[in-house]
């Protein structure tokens, strides 16, 4: 007797429950409405620069993330 198995539907893969896309440099400059390259600065500024993490030789950013760096940054203008 054969062992059945579910067959996944290919296309887009669904992730896992709670865990949030991770976004590009590119969706972050759209976001806070700046270019790529101040997007770059704020990745390397310390101590306060924006969190990120690299997956290969890309930088992503967690929303939650980005929107805590968003309020922190609000409170001290």
Request: hydrophobic share 40%; glycine share 8%.
């Amino acid at each position: 007797m054969r062992k059945q198995t579910l067959a996944q539907p290919l296309g887009k893969p669904v992730p896992a429950a709670g865990v949030k896309k991770l976004l590009t440099v590119t969706d972050v400059a759209d976001i806070l409405g700046v270019s790529k390259v101040k997007v770059y600065a704020l990745l390397k500024q310390r101590p306060n620069g924006l969190p990120s993490v690299k997956i290969g030789g890309a930088r992503r950013v967690q929303p939650n993330k980005l929107q805590a760096w968003i309020e922190q940054h609000c409170e001290q203008a």
